[in-house]
């Protein structure tokens, strides 16, 4: 069995990749624009769309820790997956 880690470990962890996905996306565009280089640019574009895929993973790490509910009696763990699922989904049609 895989050990997971804590809530509050995976949101930290999802927020430093947003912020290390920021970095990189406006250092690259802005290196891209600087050198002339389409390269460097459209990899600065690419980490964009990770940004993206961190916040849609984000959204479902909170939205797992919210208690159960009337309507979702064993609780909302499966938003965990479900957003995981979307960013892979993401991943596969959006890099071909």
């Known amino acids: 069995?895989?050990?997971?880690?804590p809530p509050k470990q995976a949101q930290k962890g999802a927020w430093?990749?947003?912020a290390v996905y920021i970095v990189l996306?406006?250092?690259k565009?802005?290196?891209g624009l600087q050198t002339h280089s389409e390269g460097m640019f459209a990899d600065g574009?690419?980490?964009i769309s990770d940004i993206f895929l961190s916040v849609a993973i984000?959204?479902?790490l909170k939205v797992s820790q919210q208690p159960a509910d009337q309507n979702h009696p064993f609780g909302h763990s499966k938003a965990e997956t479900i957003a995981t699922l979307v960013a892979a989904f993401f991943m596969i049609f959006y890099g071909n």
């Open 45 to 47: 574009l690419n980490n």
């Open 25 to 27: 996306s406006l250092s």
């Open 58 to 60: 984000l959204i479902g």
């Open 16 to 18: 430093l990749s947003i």
């Open 1 to 5: 069995m895989v050990k997971l880690p």
């Open 29 to 31: 565009c802005w290196a």
